[in-house]
């Protein structure tokens, strides 16, 4: 049988290391939780800002044959820098390690992904529009990207560019 001094020294121990544990501030898994909103779905990996070097180019629209998939690609090439910046909502970067929205269009990714689509389409839009990448990734965060009007994008021939 253990001496009383050594059972009270490690019901001690066990119980200051315990409350170490639980004084130990909790690192927060996204922007949300930090603000508070713990229940609220993580954001999803995206760069605050350009590398200094050169980005991933997009694909090339001709290796699609939808023509939806083609303009969207088109598109995309325009904004590199703003894809970049840019969250992807379908949860790329834990399923295939995405860093960013660009990531999407550097593959074939996009093309079979109704999220990158419109988040790649109101990126587009809202660059047209003069909005900064922060603003656009604010929108995206929001959900704004689900109400992209895709039909006028369904039109063959050149990438169209939707009035401002």
Known sequence: ?????NIVVCVVSVTGLALALIALPQRASSRLAQQGQGDAEPIPAFHSQVPAGPLPATLSPETFTDVLVQNTYALAARVRKVLYQQPCYCHCDRSQGHGSL????????????????????????QTRKGKTPAQIREGIEHGEWRQVDLTKYQTPGPAPIPAK
């Open 1 to 5: 049988m253990m001496p009383r001094k």
């Open 102 to 125: 660009l990531d999407c269009f550097a593959g074939k990714h996009a093309a079979e992904c109704g999220v990158c689509i419109r988040e790649g389409l109101y990126s587009y839009e």
